[in-house]
């Protein structure tokens, strides 16, 4: 059962333009998020998170959107450039007194100059 | 600051064999998690630990296990290596327990033959 889905498995812009990631969720307890981006046998690099009660979180050219009534998060990157070429990941944990992450399976995004 | 440290970066065992990971996490984190990334099954969670205890478990069968000290170093153990035990086996860790930012370190490639 995915309980983190990332229903694109890659997706190419072009250089400058906005590249828009997505991830759905199943589970209604989740209320951490956070994504990585992750090279081909390296640790993920993370980026960004949002809790549950907000609907927006920014961080330079990275903004977080969480819908929870559609159990939807998107990562949004403005502009986009080559070096933001790599596999993004979406994770979640049910919160409490736990670390754990349950992780989508990836977007590959490709930047083209 | 430096990051979560992993060690060994690469290793290669025969089946049957066991193997110890090490993982140093960021000075002042007290959580350590562990992750399983394989292309068939993506990034699976195998156990988390905060000051020295098992805080949760993944669905992992008990060949792998896991330790943290009271440094907050942790080593994580696979007995009698499996064919399918092949992966990049990656720790994270976090400074507090839940909702919470966990950073990665580079992994450890393991190759069973």
């Known amino acids: 059962d995915q309980q983190v889905k990332q229903n694109s498995p890659s997706l190419s812009v072009q250089e400058g333009r906005i590249s828009i990631l997505n991830c759905d969720y199943t589970n209604s307890m989740f209320d951490y998020f956070l994504w990585y981006k992750k090279y081909p046998a390296e640790g993920p690099t993370f980026l960004i998170s949002i809790s549950s009660i907000k609907d927006k979180n920014e961080d330079g050219r990275f903004t977080v959107f969480l819908n929870k009534s559609a159990k939807h998060l998107s990562l949004h990157i403005v502009p986009s450039q080559p070096g933001d070429s790599a596999v993004y990941f979406c994770a979640a944990s049910a919160g409490g007194a736990t670390n754990k992450l349950i992780f989508g399976t990836g977007t590959l995004l490709a930047v083209q100059p | 600051k430096a990051g979560v440290t992993q060690t060994p970066r690469y290793l290669i065992k025969t089946r049957g064999q066991q193997v110890t990971l090490s993982c140093s996490p960021i000075s002042g984190h007290r959580s350590v998690s562990w992750y399983q990334q394989t292309p068939g099954q993506g990034l699976q969670f195998l156990f988390e630990?905060?000051?020295?205890?098992?805080?949760n478990k993944g669905n992992f069968p008990g060949r792998f296990s896991g330790r943290q000290f009271s440094n907050s170093r942790s080593e994580m153990n696979v007995s009698t290596l499996e064919l399918g035990d092949s992966a990049l086996y990656l720790c994270?860790?976090?400074?507090?327990?839940?909702?919470?930012?966990?950073?990665f370190g580079q992994g450890t490639r393991l190759t069973v033959v």
């Open positions: 994270a860790s976090s400074r507090l327990q839940g909702n919470t930012e966990a950073f």
């Open positions: 630990y905060f000051s020295e205890t098992q805080r």
